[in-house]
């Protein structure tokens, strides 16, 4: 059986329309095989060929002047790069309908095929199907699974693509470290709790009137008995 293979995938833009002359100015990707974080990731600002808006220098802190060096998304540093960072995995983005429409508009554009919509798993869904009516943003999603998104003053795609993928892994159930016997450091938590519960072992359930008395049936017994000399 073959691995599989996941990205979790997010972008910036220069603002939300992908059909009325929007672009994207930050790609980040980060792999999983079979759903655990391989440590490979992808990033890449790209020069959109227009101004960015007022709303997304807010949300970003990406301005013109941070992309005016940068690479075009149909330069090989960028398009190749990434699609050659992705090939053959499923795309897993949070409203992976607004990611879908703009990374195919730019394929599109540089003549390259679209990735289609079957090879692509929208986080938002999966989050409303499971708690319906609960809020399904990345940052409230954060804040349920106790996600640290401190770091995330301003969006970022590489940064929420990692945030991103543990989400995800959350939302298929999260990751306990079943049967895990090697020492921990630090305070257990999930599934380390009830590890470190397992291997603590049952409370004492002898008394020590009992204890004593065991020990005086033993001493009449005569000689060593035999289980001692393994103890």
């Not at 391989?38 to 600002?45: D, E, H, L, N």
């Amino acid at each position: 059986m073959s691995d599989l293979r996941e990205i979790a995938f997010d972008t910036e833009t220069t603002g939300l329309k992908w059909d009325q002359d929007d672009r994207i100015i930050e790609l980040g990707a980060v792999e999983l095989v079979n759903h655990v974080p391989t440590g490979r990731t992808f990033q890449a600002y790209v020069n959109p060929g227009r101004p960015v808006s007022e709303a997304t220098i807010r949300i970003t802190g990406i301005t013109d002047a941070d992309l005016q060096d940068q690479p075009p998304f149909e330069h090989p540093d960028i398009v190749d790069a990434f699609l050659g960072f992705v090939d053959g995995a499923t795309l897993v983005a949070h409203n992976a309908s607004f990611d879908r429409g703009f990374l195919n508009m730019e394929l599109e554009r540089c003549g390259r095929p679209a990735i289609p919509d079957e090879h692509w798993v929208d986080t938002v869904m999966m989050a409303r199907q499971r708690y319906p009516g609960a809020p399904a943003s990345l940052d409230a999603l954060c804040k349920r699974f106790e996600i640290n998104s401190e770091a995330r003053t301003f969006h970022g795609a590489l940064l929420d693509s990692q945030l991103l993928a543990e989400v995800y892994l959350e939302l298929l159930g999260g990751r306990v470290r079943a049967f895990d016997f090697g020492e921990t450091s630090g305070p257990a938590t999930g599934g380390d709790h009830r590890a470190a519960q397992r291997s603590a072992g049952r409370p004492e359930m002898l008394t020590e009137a009992e204890r004593q008395a065991h020990a005086e049936f033993v001493a009449s017994l005569g000689g060593q008995p035999l289980w001692s000399r393994y103890a």
